[in-house]
């Protein structure tokens, strides 16, 4: 079974930084896509930024210079480096993967969430 767990969410102040993790375990042959969702409170889930198995990045838009994503292919981590943090940033942040499995199939596989809490 393939899974993701996330870790280092937290309560920050405005102003402040947290880098977020995601480790993929299980059994798979590799993994393609690695994004990085969030909740608002009240609100649906967005799109934060992702990357490609061969390093390519995107971001959501109102992002762009304050997160970066990245990934450790040979440790099947991605990581998710927050800075200049506001009261808007909060929410729950998930990872989600997309996986292929020894046998062919391709699986899109989402993690638990870690909170994160931005106090003003």
């Known amino acids: 079974q393939v899974q993701l767990v996330e870790s280092g969410g937290g309560l920050v102040q405005a102003g402040g930084s947290l880098r977020l993790s995601c480790a993929a375990s299980g059994i798979f042959s590799s993994i393609d896509n690695m994004d990085w969702y969030r909740q608002p409170p009240g609100k649906q889930r967005e799109f934060v930024a992702g990357t490609t198995v061969d390093g390519h990045t995107n971001y959501r838009d109102s992002l762009q210079g304050r997160f970066t994503v990245s990934r450790d292919n040979a440790k099947n981590l991605v990581y998710l480096q927050m800075s200049s943090l506001n009261p808007e940033d909060t929410g729950v942040y998930s990872c989600?993967?997309?996986?292929?499995?020894?046998?062919?199939?391709?699986?899109?596989?989402w993690g638990q969430g870690t909170q994160v809490t931005v106090s003003s």
């Open positions: 989600n993967g997309r996986f292929k499995t020894p046998d062919g199939w391709t699986r899109n596989v």
